[in-house]
């Protein structure tokens, strides 16, 4: 899992793997300075790229990212964290998920996860393992919107089929940059990740080896002042994939701290600003899965305010076609 953490001016002459181990619940520092040294560390300061070593010393106002290796098994534990349940059935759980929420226990994110509120919410009452309880997939803690999750394993392996055989469709909400000179666009550059940094996936040729097939097509629905909304449908599922293929196409999510130019909206906008968005513009508006019933389940979530009032007017998805 990829950890993000602003440097504040009270680490100022702390070592960094030293700093780390205090953030990263669970860390020890041998792991702390192996994934440094093996390029799994990054540091910037403003717009400069800094190398990283186990032996810097911390200065303030830097962001470290450091990619930390998921642990299996994990003991999760109940948490009464309030869920907004959009369907449920034997078979399944449809959840929308607030934005600043992962999805499962990791290093540094052991607490207040989704999967920490499933426990809570229905014990051990649900699919797969106690650690991970039927999670089919996933969403960037900062995208908000429709997830589901099994309440079986029979239905955790018939949704999980269902996603590698692509017979679910998917439609994302997006706040993009700029002004697209057509309301169609489409990408079908393959995924991979980035060569440079850590917390980057970057777009690749066909076949490139170390990247997977990916495909999205994105229609443009309203039109803003220097700011567009649009309709993203992934055909496929990798990750960060509808945030690097807007802004492969010069149209990236409104906010988005790694593939845009700023991590907030308006640009320039206060921290201290209710208005603006502080967080990736993305909302994963719509799912349609196969239903193991025979039927199609087609779940919507309305966006959250902090999108909502970016939009011209009211939106709902469009439909979806019977087979995705």
């Known amino acids: 899992m990829l950890h993000q953490l602003p440097v504040p001016n009270s680490a100022a002459d702390t070592r960094l793997d030293v700093w780390l181990e205090t953030q990263l619940e669970g860390c020890t520092r041998s792991l702390v300075s192996r994934l440094i040294k093996d390029g799994k560390c990054a540091i910037a300061l403003g717009s400069l790229t800094i190398k990283s070593k186990a032996g810097y010393f911390l200065k303030g106002g830097e962001v470290v990212a450091i990619d930390v290796p998921e642990l299996e098994p994990m003991d999760a534990e109940p948490e009464d964290i309030p869920l907004t349940v959009l369907h449920e059935d034997e078979h399944v759980v449809v959840i929308n998920k607030p934005a600043d929420m992962v999805v499962h226990p990791a290093i540094g994110h052991r607490r207040g996860t989704l999967v920490n509120a499933l426990l809570g919410r229905y014990g051990q009452s649900l699919g797969g393992e106690p650690w991970r309880p039927g999670i089919i997939h996933r969403l960037d803690e900062d995208t908000s919107g429709v997830i589901a999750v099994a309440r079986t394993n029979a239905s955790l392996a018939f949704f999980q089929e269902a996603f590698r055989e692509r017979t679910v469709g998917k439609r994302y909400l997006a706040l993009i940059h700029g002004e697209p000179r057509a309301d169609w666009l489409e990408h079908a550059g393959w995924i991979g990740r980035h060569p440079k940094d850590i917390r980057k996936r970057a777009v690749f040729a066909a076949e490139t080896e170390g990247a997977k097939e990916a495909y999205t097509s994105v229609m443009i629905r309203q039109r803003g002042v220097g700011y567009a909304v649009a309709e993203a449908r992934p055909r496929t599922g990798r990750t960060h994939q509808v945030r690097v293929h807007l802004a492969a196409l010069g149209h990236p999510v409104l906010a988005d701290r790694i593939y845009s130019r700023s991590d907030r909206w308006p640009l320039g906008a206060r921290d201290d600003d209710p208005k603006a968005l502080h967080r990736q513009g993305l909302h994963a508006w ?20 902090d999108i909502a009032q970016w939009l011209v007017q009211p939106l709902e998805p469009t439909p979806f076609e019977a087979v995705v």
């Open 286 to 305: 719509a799912l349609d899965l196969p239903h193991p019933n025979g039927s199609r389940l087609r779940i919507t979530a309305p966006p959250p305010a």
